[in-house]
Structure formats: structure tokens, C-alpha cells
């Protein structure tokens, strides 16, 4: 099962920033937080990770609490393109080190003009 | 840059038929996962493969199965298909060891009849 609990829809005003909440209170010390996108029907698409300290790259900020139960996406500047479901994700670990990912319902963002 | 191919894109197939999905990941990737997604649905795990064994399965039918072969490539083989097997089946893949995203391909549309 998904550890994750997000929102299951957000909008947000073209040009301004998007910030996409995610709990995961019962994450463990050695897993990873990480957050995909899938526009509509396309592959899921990475956007960042991180395990507790900020992370940003060209894509988007990764803002984790200090307790780890807790998280934020944040893009920037959102665009149209931007509207798709984000999923936050725990990354399991699982005998063998080829670790999958477990998708939850993911949070709807809408980016309106 | 190479990404994950998958074909057929998509496929038609009427109730009891069978059908094979391939999935070619990024070069270099030794891992390879299958998903299912189902009209409105969010993707669920079905099986992994990690140089060429498996190495976790999730909700995948029994008239399902899979295997990677020594190119690395992976299919998806299914049996006695059911009008609820219609959906998109994505592949992905990922090299053990690295920072860990799983890169997914386009998807293969299947639709029961």
C-alpha cells in the first residue's frame, strides 16, 4: 500500500507557484521521497527525490521537514503544462535492491491561464 | 537520449485472446518494472525483473506472466484475456545502484473487445 496522503486536487494560477503538499508520517530513516507526474495518459515522468535535505533542480524545489514526516513540491513558475496528477512516492525497498514504486492517488493540478 | 520503447502502442484484442507487450528500457538498465493502469485508475505494480530474474511481483494475474531476456528487453505475455484487462501498460526501467529514478516509457494501450 501507498504511505503517502495528498490532496486529491489543487489549482493554481498560471505564472505563480504551485506548492503540492505530501504526508508520509511513517516513513523510514533510509527511504527516499520522491515525486513523478503523469500528464494525461502519458508515462509517469521524475521530478525530484530526496532523502531530508531541500532539494531543487530544473524542474522544481523539494522542501522536506525536519521530522521527515512531511513534504512540498513546489514549481516555481507554473505553466499550462504543468496540469497533471503529481504523485508523491516512499520508495520501498524490497530484497534485492531493485526497489519499485508505489503509487498513490496523487494530487489533480490544475494550472488555469 | 534514448529513453524506454514499448510497443505495440497500442493493441486490440477481443475476450479469451492473447497478448504480448514489449518493453526495449533506456541502454544499460538492468532492471526492468511492469505497471497497469486502468481507466481512471493510478498505476499498480505487476512484476520486475532484475537481470533477467524476477525480482518482485505485485498484483499481476496468474493468466499473466513475464520474463527478460539476455538483451535486457522484457515482455509482458497474457492469456484468456478479460474485458477488464483493458488498459495501459506501462514499462520502466532503471539501473541498480544509481540515484534511483525509474525512466518510463509511452505505454501500451490495450482494449479488450
Known amino acids: 500500500d501507498a504511505k503517502t496522503t495528498q490532496p486529491p486536487s489543487m489549482d493554481c494560477a498560471e505564472g505563480r507557484a504551485a506548492n503540492l503538499p505530501c504526508n508520509h508520517s511513517?516513513?523510514?530513516?533510509?527511504?527516499?521521497v520522491y515525486w513523478y507526474r503523469q500528464i494525461h495518459s502519458q508515462g509517469p515522468q521524475y521530478i525530484i527525490h530526496?532523502?531530508?535535505n531541500n532539494e531543487t533542480n530544473e524542474m522544481a524545489s523539494l522542501i522536506i521537514t525536519e521530522d521527515r514526516k512531511s513534504s512540498t513540491l513546489i514549481l516555481p513558475h507554473a505553466t499550462l503544462r504543468d496540469t497533471a496528477v503529481y504523485y508523491c512516492i516512499v520508495r520501498v525497498t524490497i530484497q534485492g535492491g531493485s526497489e519499485k514504486l508505489v503509487f498513490g492517488k496523487g494530487t489533480k493540478l490544475t494550472v488555469n491561464p | 537520449a534514448a529513453g524506454v520503447i514499448q510497443s505495440p502502442r497500442h493493441l486490440i484484442k477481443e475476450k479469451r485472446e492473447t497478448a504480448t507487450l514489449k518493453c526495449y528500457p533506456i541502454p544499460r538498465h538492468d532492471t526492468v518494472y511492469w505497471y497497469q493502469q486502468g481507466p481512471g485508475q493510478d498505476p499498480q505494480f505487476l512484476i520486475s525483473f532484475y537481470e533477467k530474474m524476477q525480482s518482485d511481483k505485485g498484483s499481476i494475474p496468474d493468466r499473466f506472466s513475464a520474463q527478460q531476456f539476455s538483451d535486457y528487453h522484457s515482455e509482458l505475455n497474457m492469456s484468456s484475456l478479460e474485458l477488464g484487462d483493458s488498459a495501459l501498460y506501462f514499462c520502466?526501467?532503471?539501473?541498480?545502484?544509481?540515484?534511483?529514478?525509474?525512466?518510463f516509457g509511452e505505454g501500451s494501450r490495450l482494449t479488450v473487445l
Open positions: 520502466a526501467s532503471s539501473l541498480r545502484g544509481a540515484t534511483g529514478e525509474l525512466f
Open positions: 511513517t516513513i523510514s530513516g533510509n527511504e527516499y
Open positions: 530526496g532523502l531530508k
